[in-house]
């Protein structure tokens, strides 16, 4: 019923940004939580970073001071503003969305960073 809609990776050289967005679309709840995951090659799948639908924040410690989540005013969609990039951020990002009583997730968007 919810579909979620990422853009925004790419091939980045370290140092530089990107801009992750996930469009959410169906039957949203307003008290929902959304976040944004990430599995590299051969680790296992981690949180970045998740916001609630009051603005509440959570990161990753490797993260915290280069990448921000936000959501948009109609808490449809949510960003992940990703600066500093390392190579160790190369990733599939995969967006979510929790409304408490289910989980939906994206397809996932490729992020390379370059050293």
């Known amino acids: 019923q919810v579909q979620l809609v990422e853009s925004g990776g790419g091939l980045v050289q370290a140092g530089g940004s990107l801009r992750l967005s996930c469009a959410a679309s169906g039957s949203i709840s307003r008290f929902s939580v959304m976040g944004w995951y990430r599995q590299a090659p051969g680790k296992q799948r981690e949180l970045v970073a998740s916001i609630t639908s009051r603005a509440i924040t959570n990161y990753v410690a490797s993260v915290k001071g280069r990448f921000t989540i936000s959501r948009d005013n109609a808490e449809n969609t949510v960003y992940l503003q990703m600066n500093i990039l390392k190579p160790e951020d190369t990733a599939v990002y995969f967006c979510?969305?929790?409304?408490?009583?289910?989980?939906?997730w994206g397809q996932g968007t490729q992020v390379t960073v370059s050293s």
């Open positions: 979510n969305l929790n409304d408490g009583r289910n989980l939906y």
